[in-house]
């Protein structure tokens, strides 16, 4: 009965390098969503996903961040040219619905040189 | 603007007395609230929940107080166990719905034995 699902568990990557975030839902959720913590902050909202589709990404930001939950494999959260300020953990949480309880993954830790 | 405020980083207690955690909300549309734990290295998990239609919410050790006219919640654990440190954040999503929680920065509690 395995929970959500990241990997990897921390990240290094230089400045200017792409970083790929995976995610694996709960057997039988079918919803997606990702946040991000920065030091001494709580998690904020990036973006909500259903499988190929993308239902709210009023969170992200603008430039560099994408994110993707295929028909089949994990959710792909992506950022090009990793910039110092991307260090953060960032979360992936999975639903069976809308509006039904949110369960988070362990995150993956990034950290850019 | 921080719609949910958690003003204390953090608290100790000792082992059996009480624990109280508090949170104070901005925006006035807010009609549900949790409660996540998380622990070093992993996931937030959820914890309780209240909706605005009442007052209290009872979970074994655990309680959780709305005063609507205040905007102000608070947890409450007793009696507290050492397992029970860790960082509480306190939620609420603002469009009713549960995917795109707004966090507070979090209280770290830790229970001395």
């Known amino acids: 009965n395995a929970g959500v699902m990241q990997n990897p568990r921390h990240l290094v990557r230089r400045r200017g390098q792409e970083a790929r975030l995976r995610c694996s839902p709960m057997?039988?959720?079918?919803?997606v969503y990702w946040y991000r913590q920065l030091p001494e902050e709580g998690l904020k909202f990036m973006v909500y996903l259903q499988k190929e589709n993308i239902i709210d990404e009023s969170g992200m930001p603008k430039e560099r961040f994408s994110a993707e939950f295929p028909k089949e494999g994990p959710s792909i959260l992506r950022i090009q040219q990793v910039v110092r300020g991307d260090s953060a953990a960032y979360f992936c949480a999975s639903s069976r619905g809308p509006n039904e309880k949110l369960f988070f993954g362990s995150g993956t830790q990034l950290s850019v040189l | 603007d921080q719609q949910v405020k958690q003003n204390s980083p953090s608290l100790s207690v000792q082992e059996g007395r009480i624990s109280i955690l508090n949170c104070d909300y901005t925006?006035?549309?807010?009609?549900?609230f949790l409660w996540y734990k998380k622990y070093p290295a992993e996931g937030p998990t959820f914890l309780i929940s209240?909706?605005?239609?009442?007052d209290k919410n009872e979970d074994g050790r655990f309680t959780v107080f709305l005063n609507k006219s205040a905007k102000h919640l608070s947890l409450h654990i007793v009696p507290s166990q050492p397992g029970d440190s860790a960082v509480y954040f306190c939620?609420?999503?603002?469009?009713?719905?549960?995917?795109?929680?707004?966090f507070g920065k979090g209280t770290k509690l830790t229970v001395n034995p």
């Open positions: 209240i909706s605005s239609i009442k």
């Open positions: 057997k039988g959720h079918s919803h």
């Open positions: 939620a609420a999503p603002p469009q009713g719905g549960s995917e795109k929680l707004v």
């Open positions: 925006n006035s549309m807010f009609d549900y």
